[in-house]
């Protein structure tokens, strides 16, 4: 409807837009064209008419709809005819005729037949009334009417070619033209041994017309072959009467009959002063006609003077400055087209600067001139170098302006130069210029690319291809290379497209030495985007897959391990350890069986394709990830005597800030241990490529991902397998307790399975760490620990008095005896004992990454006092939960 | 045997594009292509593209619903509808490089894409492409058609057998959209066509082209044909509708253009063409009079003898060539071209120039010295050089010109305005000026050109400047129609009246301390020998 909408508004008729539906909406356009005449109303009903032949195919739902149209157009073609409006009767015309015809396809048939019928009579009364000065526009318009219902209809006027020669003949006005197309067609018709069948042929019955313009059968004129001869010599001689186009229309109908019955061919030097006249002619159409004659007729009219009349204007009209570029290359088609039907001519080309692109010529007119330079010296010993060198303007205004379309002039140019001209010269040179041109403009790339491409398709046996991948990996692996950040996804296009090739294309070391040098590196590496990262890491992909690793191993490792330590997204690290996992660990051959997953070849099954190999989620997991115990000391160490160290509170608070702040950097390691759960019923199995992601809350911080390349299964029977201890490496932001969500990702049999594991919940003792130790005092820990214990402790106890808020202290009661809450404290914080004695204990616990837990222990009296200084203050509720356990 | 004609128009898109945005594409291609500074396409085509910015509307589109169903039965299967104005118009711009003018796009930019223009395959959703869109240029705007043609040539997949020389509805096509482009004279400013114009596509198209199928290309006609005149005894041609009653009078009009490339280069060679357009405006009496001419060109014009390129109307019927002169009998053809001519011979261009432009930082300093040729008539209604800094915004620090005034135009184009003739003694004038650059970052927004913003910005220094100049009642070559030899075959005594002007048409003086998009020689002889082999 918005189509019919905007028809509406620019006909003016807006105002109807409002009509919802098309039935409404022909109501409306009905009412208009029934309302009363005048001259205000004229242009209404004319837009209405233009209208109704726009949308026809939308108006009409029925035979109803059709004749109702009809009917009404018709009304108002009779009702103006004193206003003298030949353009409103003209248009009337025309949109019944349309209205008629496109019904035939909506509607069916044996309604309309009474109508078209009545129609056909209609329009040739009309065109009957020859000379008449009042209706010459109506009567021309009605001839263009039945010239379109005998193209819909082939054959159908055919009775009526006497009758239409006559009113050729005997008309004087503008109309000759317009009978004289349909004569010609009809003609053209009458005397075809097969007719193109259109889709309207056959709708319609051809009953007895009524209408006296008719031949009828018991008539005893009956137009024989000889005088359809004869109407076709009329035609010739009329034809300095019409325009163009309707020389054009007329002589092509003459060239089709020829075509059709050669012995009509012996007058075709009537068509001689036709080429005389069109050969200067710089007219597309006036042009084509001399052109069609040539090509159809040529041997019977043409003499050599006009064929080389006919090259040279050829010549100049593709390249007159004063012609538009569409015209210009249009004679550009026309004259590879006749020179490549009659070579001999070739040589008659005096000035070869009208096939050679100039200064002034834009990428169109440069790649339609060099493609018709290739295809003249096609069989020419010799001709790439100068094809080449012709060239050149189009490489200095690439080199001046980039623009795509120089781009995509010179890769088809250069693509054509190959196909037509496959020798040594060309095949060495193309690769040459196009290595040339990408170093100069790294965005040429995915045309070099896709010309590889196409070069292939067509050319399959050729090096090109091969020679030009090498020769951009050598270029682009050089320290020279242009690109940068922003074009180096060009550059690794390059790299892909040559990794499926062969290694001495690919080159891998010298890609992967690039990438190590130039793109991973700390410098670079944090800066590549998620797309980019992803797009390296698919080349290893690729080189792990295809080639083996043994040629680059080393190469390979340091790239996964450089990405690894200077990447900061999470999935990039992800994937890049577990290539490195699976580098390291598997066996090149393994190595490809987990890479390469099996081909499966859509013969195997005949009637069916297999399914694609897709991620088995399984319901229950089968394998279990749980915290290791921190290894117990039931008896604890004896903690040596060492003297109290020589260094002032504030300098021992100073070295240990600096010491933190490396500690805080490293990750959190808490020992888990994995197993496999009854659930698992692939003991036997080796489960590959297993990766254990986990999911924390993001407040909390995160974990890393857990890569296992190879987990086998051992003494499935017994169900006693070893256990697999792993490092958890936690980097979190605020040790608090937490429950970990925990996936699996792994392949059995070459498919990847996916589980959800028990969720792993992380508990304060979990983060337990005894107070680190400065470099410089490791051999007198224990002093050390002490010393800091009393210097964070009076430190702390300070600060908490303050209204900063950065250190709070509390105090608790603990009703175990003495002896349960000794043995208590050596088992769960020995680690973090830094003094005791009958009386005391003094426990320093570093919390990751930031926080401290300092408590001091006092016996008393059958309770415990327990004094607890931090810098946390969620920890204090933490620490009460805990103690709670202890009960 | 296919039949040979069908050269009915499925479509005609009128125009596609509309209102130039000069800076706007420029800045565009700017940020994509940080090498393309100035567009030295020089054909009027679509390779103009940075000139233009496309609206997303056509003007006005017409489609033949008989030609549609025609179409169909024609295509099968293989038919495809004409998809919405704005889908269309979006994939044409595809076509055409006026989008995604920075990436390469397959179904445009494939090495094996066949070379069809001026026809395009309009790439549609779902893998459909409607195929031969015609597209004609003009005044920035883009006019297209799309022919019926047959089925074998629709349902062929592989076009790089196709040539257009087996499809006459292209011919067709091209003539109706140069028919179009007279009925509406749009410039690229019109966003649209109002209802008028509207009105008047409408008279034309459904005149001239009813069902698609085009009788007449002239609009000029159109009036003509609807009130013919039809009392006279003898055949009235069709391209004289109404025989001219009053006095005879033909108004003969001679438009000369110089285009020329100069680098001022040693090791590349200046371009220039000299060639004009002949129209014939003629109010004739009789029923189908003849009228004859005689171009007098010192040069001579005949191809045959001399290489010269004469390329006339259909309505000329003959011509008859001396050493330089050309006789012309041709009917009436009001409003359309008599002939083109070309002159090849003439190499010295009538202006020479020397252009320098260095950049320093934000500042630039321009030279530019103007030289009239000796002999060549001193006096202009227009004389201008304009160099363009595209996507940025120029301000003048310092103008110092021999003669006449420096001003800035739409911000971005530093405009010397010589007057309207060179000093007389000299026959030169220079222009040296310092100005400073900003780089237009939005409409809003601007930042100075300086520091690291430099980058990519001395691309600059490889522009040029255009020479714009119009003379009245002057052509350089010396083409000229004797009013005393202008004959009607109709009438004895025909008032007579014969006018020149000589305009230049991309007449660009290249800086000749950078990179110039020209080569010294092409292998001219080679290839000349090897054509003959």
């Known amino acids: ?887 | 045997m296919p039949p040979l004609l069908i050269s009915r128009q499925r479509s005609l898109v009128l125009p596609i594009a509309c209102s130039i945005t000069y800076n706007f594409i420029l800045n565009k291609v700017w940020n994509c292509d940080s090498r393309c500074v100035v567009s030295n396409a020089t054909e009027g085509y679509m390779d103009n593209h940075l000139l233009h910015n496309f609206s997303l509307h056509s003007s006005y589109t017409r489609h033949f619903s008989i030609v549609e169903a025609c179409s169909k039965s024609v295509c099968g299967d293989a038919y495809i509808g004409i998809p919405s104005d704005e889908s269309f118009v979006k994939a044409l711009r595809t076509e055409v490089a006026l989008i995604d003018a920075g990436t390469f796009v397959e179904s445009r930019d494939s090495a094996n894409k066949p070379i069809l223009y001026p026809t395009f395959e309009i790439v549609l959703k779902e893998n459909k492409s409607l195929w031969p869109v015609v597209v004609l240029e003009n005044q920035g705007l883009l006019y297209c058609a799309l022919p019926l043609i047959q089925q074998e040539v629709v349902t062929q997949k592989d076009k790089a057998d196709i040539t257009l020389a087996d499809l006459p509805g292209v011919s067709l096509a091209v003539e109706a959209l140069n028919g179009l482009v007279q009925c509406a004279p749009l410039t690229s400013s019109m966003t649209s066509l109002n209802t008028a114009l509207t009105m008047q596509v409408h008279q034309f198209v459904n005149t001239c082209m009813s069902f698609g199928r085009v009788t007449c290309s002239n609009p000029f006609l159109v009036s003509q044909l609807i009130n013919p005149s039809g009392k006279g005894k003898a055949k009235q041609p069709l391209w004289n509708p109404v025989p001219h009653k009053a006095k005879s009078q033909v108004i003969i009009h001679i438009k000369e253009e110089v285009r020329c490339m100069q680098f001022n280069h040693n090791e590349v060679r200046d371009a220039m063409d000299v060639y004009g357009s002949v129209t014939c405006k003629s109010e004739v009496e009789g029923t189908a009079p003849e009228i004859c001419i005689t171009l007098i060109q010192p040069g001579g014009n005949d191809q045959n003898i001399n290489g010269g390129g004469l390329t006339v109307s259909s309505a000329v019927s003959s011509i008859e060539y001396t050493a330089t002169t050309s006789r012309l009998r041709f009917r009436p053809c009001n409003n359309q071209p008599l002939c083109h001519y070309t002159l090849p011979h003439l190499t010295k261009p009538p202006i020479y120039g020397e252009f320098k432009l260095r950049l320093n930082k934000s500042l630039v300093t321009v030279y530019l010295q103007l030289q009239l040729q000796a002999g060549i008539r001193n006096h202009f209604q227009q004389l201008e050089a304009h160099i363009p800094f595209y996507g940025l915004q120029v301000s003048i620090v310092k103008p110092s010109s021999s003669v006449g005034s420096v001003s800035v135009q739409s911000g971005s184009t530093l405009v010397w305005n010589v007057g309207s003739k060179f000093p007389t003694k000299l026959l030169n004038a220079t222009l040296s000026t310092v100005c400073k650059l900003r780089r237009k970052i939005d409409s809003s927004a601007e930042q100075e050109v300086g520091g690291k913003d430099m980058n990519g910005w001395e691309q600059f220094t490889s522009s040029c400047a255009l020479v714009l100049f119009k003379m009245a009642d002057y052509t350089y070559s010396g083409t000229r129609v004797d009013p005393q030899s202008i004959m009607v075959s109709s009438a004895p005594k025909v008032r007579c009246t014969v006018t020149t002007e000589c305009v230049s048409s991309q007449y660009k003086i290249w800086n000749s301390e950078a990179e110039v998009p020209s080569v010294t020689d092409m292998p001219v002889q080679d290839l000349q020998k090897l054509l003959i082999e």
């Open chain 1, 1 to 887: 409807m918005s189509c019919v909408n905007r028809n509406l508004v620019a006909l003016g008729l807006g105002y109807l837009s409002e009509s919802t539906d098309f039935p409404s909406l022909l109501d409306q356009l009905i009412k208009i064209l029934l309302e009363e005449k005048g001259s205000e109303k004229f242009a209404s009903k004319y837009n209405v008419a233009i209208f109704i032949e726009l949308e026809s195919a939308a108006l009409i739902f029925s035979a109803a709809d059709v004749e109702l149209i009809f009917v009404a157009l018709k009304n108002v073609f009779q009702e103006c005819t004193k206003e003298n409006s030949p353009l409103l009767h003209g248009q009337c015309i025309l949109s019944m005729t349309t209205v008629l015809l496109q019904a035939f396809e909506k509607v069916n048939e044996e309604e309309l037949g009474v109508l078209f019928t009545e129609h056909i009579e209609f329009l040739l009364g009309l065109v009957n009334q020859t000379n008449n000065v009042n209706n010459i526009h109506i009567r021309s318009i009605a001839a263009r009417c039945l010239t379109e219902i005998e193209i819909c209809f082939p054959q159908i006027l055919k009775n009526c070619v006497d009758s239409l020669y006559m009113a050729a003949v005997v008309e004087t006005s503008i109309a000759h033209q317009c009978y004289m197309s349909l004569l010609a067609l009809v003609i053209s018709h009458s005397i075809a041994d097969k007719i193109n069948e259109t889709s309207l042929w056959g709708k319609y019955p051809n009953t007895q017309w009524k209408s006296n313009f008719i031949q009828q059968e018991g008539d005893t004129l009956i137009t024989g072959y000889t005088d359809l001869k004869e109407m076709v010599s009329f035609l010739v001689d009329q034809l300095p009467l019409c325009s163009t186009e309707g020389v054009a229309w007329i002589t092509m109908q003459i060239i089709d009959m020829m075509l059709h019955k050669p012995d009509l061919q012996a007058s075709a030097q009537v068509l001689k002063p036709l080429v005389l006249h069109f050969s200067n002619t710089y007219s597309t159409v006036a042009g084509h006609v001399v052109f069609l004659l040539e090509k159809h007729l040529g041997n019977l009219i043409f003499q050599e003077k006009d064929m080389i009349q006919l090259l040279q204007q050829l010549l100049l009209n593709s390249s007159h400055p004063s012609l538009s570029a569409s015209t210009r290359l249009l004679y550009l088609d026309w004259l590879s087209d006749y020179l490549s039907r009659r070579p001999e001519k070739i040589a008659s080309i005096q000035d070869v600067n009208f096939v050679l692109p100039g200064s002034f010529d834009g990428p169109e007119t440069h790649l339609k001139k060099l493609k018709l330079l290739s295809s003249l010296l096609k069989n020419k010993k010799e001709s790439s170098v100068p094809l080449l060198h012709a060239l050149a303007t189009l490489q200095k205004q690439m080199k001046c302006k980039s623009s795509i379309k120089l781009k995509s002039a010179l890769i088809k140019v250069l693509y054509r130069y190959l196909c037509d001209h496959h020798n040594v010269d060309m095949s060495a040179e193309v690769p040459r210029i196009l290595v040339a041109v990408t170093k100069e403009d790294i965005s040429f790339v995915p045309f070099v690319l896709n010309f590889i491409h196409c070069v292939q398709d067509i050319l399959p046996k050729s090096s090109v291809p091969s020679c030009l991948l090498t020769s951009l990996v050598m270029a682009f692996t050089q320290p020279d290379s242009a690109a940068t950040l922003a074009t180096f996804h060009f550059v690794l296009d390059i790299f892909l497209m040559a990794v499926t090739q062969d290694l001495c294309i690919c080159q891998p070391k010298a890609i992967l030495n690039y990438l190590m040098k130039y793109i991973v590196c700390e410098e670079v590496c944090g800066l590549l985007s998620w797309m980019l990262g992803h797009q390296i890491l698919s080349l290893c992909f690729k080189l792990m897959s295809n080639y083996d690793t043994v040629v680059f191993f080393y190469e390979l490792c340091e790239v996964l391990k450089m990405f690894m330590a200077n990447s900061e997204d999470v999935d990039l690290l992800d994937r890049a350890h577990i290539y490195h996992s699976l580098l390291v660990s598997l066996s090149n051959k393994k190595l490809k069986e987990v890479f390469v997953s099996p081909k499966q070849s859509i013969m195997a099954s005949e009637n069916t394709f297999h399914s694609a190999s897709a991620i088995c989620k399984l319901d229950e997991p089968i394998l279990h990830l749980k915290k290791e115990r921190r290894a117990t000391m039931q008896s604890p160490e004896k903690l040596i005597l060492e003297t109290n160290l020589d260094i002032p509170e504030a300098d021992i608070l100073k070295l240990y800030a600096n010491n933190i702040s490396f500690v805080a950097q490293k990750p959190l390691i808490i020992k888990g241990r994995l197993s496999t759960t009854s659930r698992c019923n692939v003991k036997l199995q080796p489960i590959q490529a297993l990766a254990i992601f986990f999911t924390a809350p993001e407040a909390w911080g995160r974990i890393e991902p857990i890569m296992i390349g190879h987990y086998a299964v051992k003494n499935s029977s017994e169900y006693s397998e070893s256990p697999h201890i792993v490092d958890i490496e936690c980097f979190l932001y605020k040790p608090y307790p937490a429950v970990i969500q925990v996936r699996a990702d792994f392949s059995i049999h070459n498919v990847c399975h996916m589980c959800t594991l028990e969720p792993l919940s992380l508990d304060l003792p979990d983060f337990f760490q005894p107070l680190p130790v400065h470099d410089e005092f490791i051999s007198a820990s224990v002093v050390w620990r002490r010393a800091l214990f009393h210097s964070l402790w009076n430190s702390l106890e300070e600060e908490s008095l303050t209204v900063s808020n950065a250190a709070f202290t509390s105090v608790c009661v603990l009703q175990q005896s003495r002896e349960d809450l000794r043995a208590k404290l050596y088992e769960e914080l020995h680690e973090c004992i830094v003094e005791e004695n009958k009386d005391f204990f003094h426990v320093g616990i570093y919390l990751f990454p930031t926080s401290h837990l300092l408590m001091k222990f006092l016996f008393k009296c059958g309770s415990t006092l327990v004094r607890i200084v931090t810098d946390d203050v969620n920890i204090l509720a933490h620490v009460n939960s805990y103690f709670k356990t202890w009960l």
